[in-house]
């Protein structure tokens, strides 16, 4: 944002694929938990409906990564996922310091949204983390545990199912965590709800 | 004289060398008899009326897999241990087959010596079983049990899978069988790929565990449980196996040879492959079976709860000083 301009930063296809991202991320992290730590006493939801809500949810959320993929080659959205090595360590200790110390100090964000820099070094890197490793890695897991057989035996004496399981598992606990320090970092707009407005109205104010 | 008293004394001898030193040889012989004709397509026989020999095809289900009947736990014995002796005569005569047959009771039941096999107790259960309520002595434990190749698969395998399979497929033996199903129903078999459509990935399901996981009421005391339930009762409870108390440890995954051969192999692989062992109370449910919600890796969960509270201690803490420093 540049001389208090209204920057239309979130095209609606881009919040339409965010919307389903998110409430389909919440389902599969509620199913998750579910059948991870499954009890006899109804903890979150009952192990068979966990199954299928987990299942139907992960289905959505492929589907919907595509899009998100085929947006990004299509539109200019993707120039904001472009890694720049150069300089990056010493970027994103600028902005750590900046979340750490100098917003306390009422210093102004050593990356301001622009048009053509929609996340600071810190976002964009973890969303690169999250969107082009980390999801298609749980994709991938997911499918394999959709359709075991497919999975190898065993690799080094362990169950292919465990390893494909686990890291799944690893992947989506690692989704949860981003999901909180996202919502949290969502916050830190002028007003607190401000940046929670822009991505459902597509503007930045 | 003499030569006779030689004679008949190297033939006393002869007989109780073979008959101490080669039990299994004299045993093996004595059925080669019985084998000619049951381990054969066809047999011969003479017809009076004809006055000829005449070669015909033994029925298939008197036809007898010899490779299976060496590796069966009966494999030692001789064929009139179990059957008459009658059947020695040849042809047989046809009132023979409505002799009746050896139960497993008959030998193992009351006896100190299959004290650990627990017979006694598997009557008990068994006596309390659909099968038995439904069919009473009809239903044999041969229906089940096939006495010339049965192998004592879950006391002595080291492989879930072969345990599973060896176990499932006697229940399949009429259970997706209509030709055995019929000998104890009248009634069309149902499709089991249609009666158990409610279950989630029915194939895998019924690969890794044993048709009685579901189907019994497990007793930990007892090796396998024997007491198959009605349909209506067998559990469709997902979190009986899916938990952190999964009853697949007092059934499949309890046995000593699994955990004997887990704690040789693949617990003996420490460092990384450590982090896989599973719920540190459940031993037998080793790092080559993943169930879901039961098998928990209790360092990971350790490590998310520490990740996950300082994650929401940051946040707390952050959020505390934004609104100070407002």
New interface residues.
């Given amino acids: 944002m540049e001389n208090g301009k209204k920057l239309y930063l979130y095209p609606l296809w881009l919040r339409i694929w965010h919307g389903i991202n998110a409430l389909g991320i919440l389902v599969l992290i509620f199913s998750g938990i579910s059948?991870?730590?499954?009890?006899?006493g109804a903890l979150l939801l009952r192990?068979?409906i966990a199954?299928?809500v987990h299942n139907i949810a992960g289905v959505i959320i492929t589907f919907n990564y595509f899009i998100f993929i085929l947006g990004n080659i299509l539109t200019k959205n993707g120039q904001h996922y472009r890694v720049k090595v150069q300089g990056l360590p010493k970027r994103l200790m600028k902005q750590i310091l900046y979340?750490t110390s100098g917003?306390?100090?009422?210093e102004s964000s050593p990356y301001p949204v622009t048009e053509k820099r929609k996340f600071n070094p810190l976002q964009k890197y973890s969303y690169i983390f999250v969107m082009y490793i980390f999801l298609p890695a749980l994709i991938v897991t997911g499918i394999a545990l959709l359709f075991?057989?497919m999975i190898i035996e065993?690799v080094?004496?362990?169950?292919g199912?465990?390893?494909t399981?686990?890291l799944h598992?690893?992947l989506g606990?690692f989704v949860f965590?981003f999901l909180?320090?996202h919502l949290?970092v969502a916050s830190?707009g002028k007003p607190p709800g401000k940046n929670y407005k822009s991505i459902l109205t597509g503007w930045h104010s | 004289m003499r030569f006779f008293v030689r004679t008949l004394f190297l033939l006393c001898f002869s007989v109780i060398f073979c008959a101490i030193s080669s039990p299994g040889q004299n045993t093996t012989e004595q059925n080669q008899t019985c084998l000619k004709c049951h381990a054969s397509q066809t047999y011969t026989l003479y017809n009076d009326w004809t006055e000829k020999e005449e070669k015909r095809l033994m029925n298939p289900f008197y036809i007898l897999d010899t490779v299976q009947l060496a590796g069966g736990v009966h494999h030692a014995f001789n064929c009139i241990d179990c059957h008459s002796m009658d059947y020695e005569t040849y042809p047989h005569d046809s009132e023979l087959k409505l002799e009746p047959m050896m139960t497993c009771i008959d030998c193992h039941g009351g006896d100190p010596t299959y004290q650990d096999w627990q017979f006694d107790r598997i009557e008990e259960e068994f006596h309390k079983s659909v099968h038995y309520e439904t069919h009473g002595d009809q239903f044999s434990c041969s229906k089940c049990h096939n006495q010339h190749y049965y192998r004592p698969t879950a006391r002595n395998s080291n492989s879930i899978r072969e345990i599973v399979n060896y176990s499932n497929e006697m229940c399949l033996s009429c259970h997706d069988n209509m030709t055995m199903y019929q000998l104890v129903s009248d009634s069309t078999k149902p499709k089991l790929v249609d009666v158990h459509s409610w279950l989630?990935?029915q194939?895998?399901h019924f690969k890794r565990v044993r048709c009685i996981e579901c189907h019994t009421e497990v007793q930990d005391s007892l090796m396998v449980s024997h007491n198959i339930l009605k349909k209506e009762l067998a559990t469709r409870?997902?979190?009986?196996c899916?938990?952190?108390?999964s009853i697949l440890q007092a059934s499949l995954y309890k046995y000593q040879n699994l955990k004997t051969r887990s704690e040789d192999?693949?617990n003996s692989?420490k460092s990384i492959?450590g982090l896989?062992t599973i719920n540190r109370s459940n031993k037998n449910l080793s790092?080559?079976?993943?169930v879901?919600?039961a098998?928990?890796?209790p360092y990971?969960n350790t490590i998310?709860a520490i990740?996950?509270f300082a994650?929401?201690g940051g946040?707390a803490v952050?959020?505390i000083?934004?609104i100070l420093?407002k």
Avoid: W
């Fill in positions: 059948l991870h730590y499954s009890t006899r192990f068979d199954i299928a979340y917003m306390f100090k009422g075991p057989e065993k080094f004496r362990i169950s199912v465990m390893i399981a686990v598992g690893i606990f965590l909180l320090i949290y830190m | 989630p990935n194939e895998l409870n997902c979190v009986e899916h938990s952190s108390n192999g693949e692989q492959l896989f790092n080559t079976y993943y879901i919600g098998s928990r890796v990971l998310f990740i996950f994650a929401v946040i952050h959020t000083l934004r420093k």
